[in-house]
């Protein structure tokens, strides 16, 4: 005799928000496979950057502050899903908010924070000057730096990213519970997850863009510069192209505006926040929209930061 799925509540819910979860574990395999997959391949193609990524990855991942982002990171998304937001029935939408900008900005500050003692650290402390004493070029000492930091990034997003679609799912259920409302399908629960699974691409692109211009400010700027000028370069390139864009602005505002929007990433392209404030869904054309933009501000950060590195007096 079968029982049907919704009859054994699970942590004070029916279990039909667990059933999706298979192609949360089948994503994230996957997304583990291609980073595999990418390393391998870079070990091929230019050895001496895969060995300092492969170190830069080690030293990041051994670190006590990526267990403490990342133990930070579980506690707030599990606990995301029971706070009462009072919007109504669009605690959904909060849930999914709060839980990008959170993993978004944990991811930001652990790459701040490993290119300063990756790069600047070691510059200041003359371990780089050791390490290109041997045959290692300074464009090869920055790529593998830059490419051994987007490792614990990406490992970050992967396993809270994880964790984020499956309390956006339980929260579909817990909601439907606490308001009385019969409980959702698998279905309902699964297409509230994949509303949301671009929004964690874009925000991996948005840290990767932010990572960039870490690497090439650390090649030339303590820790507290570093984490001074990334956090204006973020809070600018969310607000200015919207300044700019404002109607009724003087001259001068708008000039700026235009100008700064040039001449730094406009991270607002990784927003989806509107999209999930109207339940619309993200056309993954976008996605790769996104993607290219961010590899030409990731292009242009990393051939500053040659440039900054290549007269750097590391004696």
Same mark, same amino acid.
């Given at each position: ?25 089948? /994503?994230? *395999? =996957?997304? &583990? $496979? #291609? +980073? ?5 391949? %870079?070990?091929? @193609? ?101 490419? /051994?930091? *987007? =490792?614990? &990034? $990406? #490992? +970050? ?5 994880? %964790?984020?679609? @499956? ?84 001259e001068i505002v708008t000039f700026i505006g235009g100008f700064l929007a040039t001449i730094l990433p406009v991270l607002d392209h990784f927003n989806i926040y509107n999209a999930i404030s109207s339940g619309q869904e993200v056309p993954w054309s976008y996605v790769g929209w996104a993607g290219v933009y961010a590899l030409l501000c990731c292009t242009a950060a990393i051939l500053l930061s040659l ?9």
């Amino acid at each position: 005799m079968d029982f049907p799925i919704t009859s054994v509540p699970l942590f004070g819910v029916p279990t039909t928000w667990i059933t999706p979860l298979w192609m949360v574990g089948t /994503g994230a *395999a =996957v997304t &583990v $496979a #291609i +980073l595999i997959a990418l390393y391998l391949l %870079l070990v091929q @193609a230019a050895p001496k950057i895969g060995a300092i990524a492969r170190t830069t990855a080690k030293e990041a991942l051994s670190q006590p502050l990526f267990y403490v982002v990342l133990a930070l990171g579980v506690f707030a998304l599990v606990l995301f899903p029971f706070i009462p937001y009072n919007t109504f029935g669009e605690d959904i939408k909060m849930v999914k908010d709060t839980g990008l900008t959170l993993i978004m900005v944990l991811s930001i500050f652990l790459a701040l924070w490993t290119a300063s003692v990756s790069i600047a650290d070691e510059i200041e402390g003359r371990t780089a000057l050791t390490l290109l004493s041997k045959p290692i070029n300074r464009r090869s000492f920055i790529l593998g730096k830059f490419l /051994g930091i *987007a =490792v614990p &990034v $990406a #490992i +970050l997003f992967i396993v809270l990213g994880s %964790l984020f679609l @499956a309390s956006v799912s339980y929260k579909v259920a817990y909601d439907a519970r606490e308001t009385g409302q019969p409980a959702p399908t698998r279905e309902q629960c699964a297409a509230e997850m994949e509303q949301i699974v671009p929004g964690l691409v874009l925000a991996f692109l948005e840290a990767i863009v932010l990572t960039s211009v870490s690497v090439a400010i650390s090649t030339r700027l303590p820790m507290m510069a570093n984490l001074v000028i990334c956090v204006s370069v973020y809070v600018l390139g969310h607000l200015v192209p919207m300044l700019a864009d404002m109607p009724g602005q003087l001259e001068i505002v708008t000039f700026i505006g235009g100008f700064l929007a040039t001449i730094l990433p406009v991270l607002d392209h990784f927003n989806i926040y509107n999209a999930i404030s109207s339940g619309q869904e993200v056309p993954w054309s976008y996605v790769g929209w996104a993607g290219v933009y961010a590899l030409l501000c990731c292009t242009a950060a990393i051939l500053l930061s040659l440039l900054l590195f290549e007269d750097r007096d590391l004696a």
